[in-house]
Each structure stands twice: as C-alpha cells, then as structure tokens.
C-alpha cells in the first residue's frame, strides 16, 4: 500500500455550466427538488452549484459514510475524490490508488463471458491482467454462476450480473475505495454472504468513503458519517450523532443498537481467540512435560 494514502480538499466547489436558455426553467425546477443550487461563476455564466465549500481531510485507516437525501451530492463527492470531477474552485488532492466503485456493472461487455468480463472488470478497477487470472477460480466459487460463466453477460439475468460484478470488486485490495451502494437484485442468502465480503474489502482498505441509505450498513462498515446537504458539508462526526441529527432519534437509537451489537459480537470473538489460545498453550505444556 502507497505511504501516506490520504484525501485533502479545501473549499472544493463543483459547478456544472448551463449554457441552454431554452431549457433553464426546466432544470431549475428540477434542481431545486433534487437539492441542487443555481448560481454564476466569474464569467456570469449560470451553473448548477453540485457541490460548494467542501473541506475535507482523511486519512489511511479512516472509514467515513455518507448520508443525506437523494440528490444532495453524495455521488457527486464520490466522482470529485475519483477524479471524474475537477473542483472548478478551491483544490482536491488525492493521494493513492483508487477504486471507484458507483455502478457494478460499468466495464462489463454483455458479448462476452463471464471468465472475460471477470479480467475486464477488474482492468477498469486497476487491477492487472495476472492479478485477476489467479483470482478467477475464487471469484467464480464466490458467484456461485457455474457453467453460466462460459456463455455470454446478455443471457445472465440482474440478479446474476449483480453476482458476477459484486464476485469481482470485493477481490481487489484498494488503497482509497469510494463504494456508492448499488447492490440489490440478489436472494438474501446472497447478499448476506456479500456483505461479508464487503467488510473483508473495507478491511484491506487504506481509506474508506461509503454512500448508502442503509444505516445499518454504514454502522457495519463505517466509524464516522458524514453528512451532506444541498451539495454542502452539514454536519461530520460520529455515526450515531450524525444519523440522529440527520434522521432523527429512532433512527439513531437504531444505530446506537446496532453498534452496540457490533461491539458484542467482536468482544466475544475476541474472547474466543485469547481463549482457544489458552487451551493451545496449556496442551503444548502438558504435551511438553511428559516428553
């Protein structure tokens, strides 16, 4: 992993010109529902304001989730710490490789197999073509598609695809991975064994940043929030601080639970651990004098 993997905006602003005066009711109408602002830059050219004033700081082992409404501009943050997006105001610094994750099924060719969408899925992530071929066998074990993987994307249904592609990102070892959640379509049983996977991910990660509407999610995966409104930095701290501020009590009372279940469930995984270790310890001592 890269020394020093960190995230360092400061007053990033992301503004989208409008340069069709036929269509600017249209979107101004639409923009002020999705959360989005209208304004001019310094050439007095109308923009949409996708994101303004942003300040952020992280760094190698931070695991922050994002929360707020749809079209606040948690995607939008996403793209602009990716480099999709360059601020056209203030700086964004990203140091290390990254691994955008927003669409599951972005670099797959439905023409072609599975076994060669797994390669060429995990090219678009970074990856190089001799990492993936010695992940394949793993990787198809974990999708559980079978001989499907010999025959082309087009004849998988949704639910498949989303195997396919969730097969392949949990396998890479990121050093900064942005997760925008779009897993569904798949049998819980599934997505349960994925969401292990997904922790597992988070693990080997340098940074994390997660955009999700599932709280329970976040609390599992993330160990602070963020929360972003009308394309601005509302409010950034604890999990359950920022989900209450934002979703209010019950919400956050979920969250609280939730982490709190968390905390049991590692404390007595812990316990187990020093325990078996103990028992090991005392055989090979009990082993070691009657030798």
Known sequence: MTEHVSI?????????????????SLKKAFLGKAGGAIGRNSSDVVVVEALREITLSLKEGDRVGLVGH???????????????????????????????????????????????NIIIRGLFLGQTRKQMLAKVDEIAEFTELGEYLAMPLRTYST???????????????????????GIGAVDAEFM??????????????????????????????????????????????GIEEVVRAYEGPEAGDH?????????????????????SSSEEAATAGADGGRA
């Open 8 to 24: 360092e905006t400061h007053d990033a602003w992301v503004e989208f010109p409008i340069f069709d005066a036929k269509s600017r």
């Open 70 to 116: 749809n079209g606040a501009g948690k995607s939008t943050l996403l793209r602009l710490l990716a480099g999709i997006y360059e601020p056209s105001r203030g700086s964004a610094q990203i140091r290390g490789r990254v691994a955008p994750v927003f669409d599951l099924g972005v670099g797959m060719d439905p023409e072609i197999s599975g076994y060669e």
């Open 159 to 181: 639910g498949m695809r989303v195997r396919l592609a969730m097969g392949v990102v949990t396998s890479i070892d990121p050093e900064i991975l942005l997760l925008d959640e």
């Open 192 to 237: 349960k064994k994925a969401r292990t996977r997904l922790q597992e991910l988070v693990a080997r990660s340098g940074i994390l940043v997660f955009a999700s509407h599932s709280n329970e999610f976040l609390a599992q995966l993330c160990d602070s929030a963020m929360w972003i409104d009308h394309g601005q930095i509302r409010m950034h701290g």
């Open 255 to 275: 969250v609280a639970r939730t982490l709190a279940e968390i905390a049991a469930h590692d404390a007595d995984a812990t316990n187990a651990g020093d325990q």
